[in-house]
C-alpha cells in the first residue's frame, strides 16, 4: 500500500518496530543516527536499508524537521555502509522513495543501497 510522505509519522511501522527492537533485522551498521539492515526482499545481490533513528515519514519530512547533524549522520551511515560492503570500486545505486507515486511502503524515511552486480538502467519507462 503507497504512503503519503507528508502524512503524520506511525509510531507502529515496521521500521520504528526494528527500532525498538521488536521485530529481528540482519543488521549491517548501527550508529547514533542510523541502522542498517539487509532487505527481507533483496532487489539486487546486495540490498540494504540505511533508516535515520528519528521519527521521520520521508526525505521531505526528514530535511525539513531533522537537525543538520542527523541529515550528516545518515548519509555518512549510507557511504560507511557501502565501503564496508565493497561496493565503491564496482559501484552502487541509492535511492529513496516519498509518496504514493514511487511507490513508498513504509512511512518511515529510508534509503535502499544496491549493488553487487550491474543494475541496469535507472527506470523501466513505458
Known amino acids: ?48 536499508l540505511i533508516i535515520p533513528k528519528g521519527p521521520y515519514v520521508s526525505l521531505a519530512d526528514f530535511t525539513t524537521k531533522a537537525p543538520e547533524a542527523e541529515i550528516v549522520g545518515l548519509w555518512r551511515a549510507v557511504t560507511t555502509v557501502a565501503t564496508q560492503l565493497g561496493l565503491n570500486e564496482p559501484g552502487y545505486r541509492v535511492l529513496s522513495n516519498m509518496g504514493p507515486h514511487s511507490g513508498q511502503e513504509v512511512p518511515h524515511f529510508h534509503v535502499h543501497l544496491f549493488g553487487g552486480r550491474p543494475l541496469g538502467p535507472m527506470l ?3
Open 1 to 48: 500500500m503507497a504512503v503519503d510522505g507528508l502524512g503524520a509519522y506511525d509510531d507502529q511501522n515496521v521500521f520504528a518496530k526494528i527500532l525498538r527492537g521488536e521485530i529481528p533485522a540482519k543488521k549491517v551498521y548501527e550508529d547514533h543516527w542510523a541502522l542498517a539492515f539487509h532487505d527481507i526482499n533483496p532487489q539486487a545481490q546486495i540490498h540494504v
Open 124 to 126: 523501466q519507462l513505458p
